[in-house]
């Protein structure tokens, strides 16, 4: 178990429609990452939050957006779903501060939320 | 931009036996860390091992171990005693060194790995 827990772990839903994917991260770990992985691109970031601030964008579609609250859970959601959003998406945690002993640079993923868009 | 290449997308290897899985990276970067992760059927991506650039003696965990040539920008993995539960894809990923945090991944496409009995 990585400590990541992501909510919920499938959904099917249709085109045009909006989803919310939930993520908790490690117990203290400051930043988030979000990955797609489909078929055909295969696994590609996102979107980081770091202590509730957005940090770093990458490959990240209009449609969707994503947010930090206080207590540090991170939230991705899509609108106006399309066939081509199915995918596994990810969200990964990491320690995104120097600490004596920490294994800072590794990201802990989550199992996922398998998106199915009908 | 980093990118990674996996050329191999798929092996097979006996039980017990070694099997090696190759990436290749582009970076003009100096500074920056290698992973290779696994991702079973369970589709859970796992930690297998770890590499900072700036190291010159090569990362090993068990029976992992890898290959790092930074001047020919290679990052081999290597299974020794290949086991039934090593089935897996296992991706190559590579991280830009950032002072005070970490940075996104950037994965290969992938090889996967089938361990016959």
């Known amino acids: 178990d990585s400590g990541v827990t992501q909510t919920p772990k499938h959904l099917i839903t249709a085109t045009g429609q909006r989803v919310t994917l939930r993520c908790s991260p490690r117990?203290?770990?400051?930043?988030v990452y979000w990955y797609q992985q489909s078929l055909d691109q295969g696994l590609q970031f996102l979107i980081q939050?770091?202590?509730?601030?957005?940090?770093a964008k990458g490959n990240i579609l209009e449609r969707f957006s994503a947010q930090q609250f206080p207590d540090l859970h991170s939230e991705l959601n899509l609108s106006s779903l399309e066939l081509g959003d199915s995918a596994l998406y990810f969200c990964a945690s990491s320690v995104a501060r120097t600490l004596a002993g920490a294994h800072k640079n590794i990201q802990y993923f989550g199992a996922g939320t398998r998106l199915s868009v009908l | 931009a980093q990118t990674v290449t996996q050329s191999q997308p798929e092996m097979s290897v006996q039980e017990a036996e070694t099997v090696t899985l190759s990436c290749t990276y582009d970076t003009s970067e100096n500074n920056y860390y290698l992973f290779w992760y696994k991702q079973p059927p369970s589709r859970q991506m796992i930690l297998v091992i770890r590499?900072?650039?700036?190291?010159?003696q090569n990362a090993t965990e068990n029976r992992f171990s890898v290959n790092f040539q930074k001047a020919a920008k290679s990052f081999s993995l290597k299974i020794s005693d290949s086991q039934l539960g090593d089935t897996a894809m296992y991706f190559c990923?590579?991280?830009?060194?950032?002072?005070?945090?970490?940075?996104?991944?950037?994965f290969g496409k992938g090889t996967k790995l089938t361990v016959n009995p």
């Open positions: 990923a590579f991280m830009k060194h950032f002072q005070g945090g970490s940075e996104k991944l950037v």
């Open positions: 117990s203290g770990d400051l930043s």
């Open positions: 939050y770091y202590n509730g601030e957005e940090r």
């Open positions: 590499q900072e650039a700036y190291k010159q």
